[in-house]
């Protein structure tokens, strides 16, 4: 079974094309206006040229205005194929001098395997992702693998969220309560102050935070449960016993990498994503 350390590893990763100011050039020089327009078109062009509706529905977690202002403008200004090829570049430029010294190849032919045994059913994003082209250089296509496990766990996460009935500000909140995500994640994600209020009087309702906005006992623990579920649903979408296999035996060296990135790449510790720094302990 694929573990937290695993799931950790794979969203570091991941995560340095969010902070990469890389990135944000390289969307800008396509006409893309600012951080928020390159990043909604930039993650969702695996899934085509997408409206606002869908990508809220796809992502959950922001506010339905914030995306508005990004798309469907973004597809009039920008080649969806440019947008996907600009996102490449920057990842690839993000973490390629920090993983130089590793001999990649062993361990995306795991992770190879892995994808041609994963299945995607109420995995979108995910399946999106993975049928884009993988990149033939090691340090792309480990992005690529990255990238569609890591929204894998995240369709996975969205699912649990919408079954236990957790909206996209009331889920935001939550991680504030307890730490994992920065104070400013209201502003970060668009919600506005009423639909903060909202969120908390929900949490508030359900026990999970007190009338300070701190997380309870029962709020932390509600949250955990969140947590482990996720990596229950992602890792029976992962597949059969060898795909299940090469994941625990990549699992070392995907930590070990992300360390790295974490320590010497751009991503800080807490951030919006509110996954933990790869370093913690993880069960």
Do not use: C
Request: net charge negative; proline share 6%; no cysteine.
């Amino acid at each position: 079974m694929s573990t937290a350390e695993f799931w950790r590893a794979v969203e570091a990763i991941h995560d340095p094309i969010y902070f990469h100011p890389g990135a944000t050039e390289r969307y800008e020089a396509l006409g893309l206006k600012g951080f928020w327009m390159g990043y909604f078109a930039s993650r969702s062009a695996a899934v085509g040229t997408p409206g606002p509706e869908l990508v809220t529905a796809l992502f959950h977690g922001f506010a339905p205005q914030r995306v508005a202002r990004a798309l469907p403008d973004a597809w009039a200004i920008a080649d969806r194929d440019d947008v996907l090829a600009a996102r490449l570049d920057a990842a690839v430029e993000a973490i390629a001098d920090v993983v130089a010294t590793e001999d990649l190849e062993p361990v995306v032919a795991h992770l190879d395997e892995v994808l041609a045994r994963a299945g995607f059913a109420g995995a979108p994003l995910a399946a999106a992702h993975a049928a884009l082209p993988r990149p033939d250089d090691p340090v792309g296509r480990l992005w690529h693998h990255a990238t569609w496990l890591r929204e894998l766990h995240g369709d996975a996460h969205v699912a649990v969220l919408t079954a236990a009935g957790v909206d996209g500000a009331t889920a935001n909140a939550l991680a504030v309560a307890v730490g994992l995500v920065p104070p400013a994640q209201r502003e970060s994600r668009g919600w506005s102050e009423q639909a903060w209020d909202d969120a908390y009087e929900q949490l508030h309702m359900r026990g999970w935070v007190d009338q300070w906005r701190t997380a309870t006992d029962a709020g932390r623990a509600a949250r955990e449960r969140i947590e482990e579920t996720t990596h229950r649903v992602a890792n029976a979408a992962i597949g059969d016993r060898e795909a299940t296999a090469r994941t625990i035996a990549v699992t070392g060296t995907l930590t070990r990498l992300a360390r790295r990135i974490a320590e010497e790449g751009p991503v800080y510790y807490p951030n919006p994503t509110g996954v933990p720094h790869p370093g913690t302990d993880a069960t």
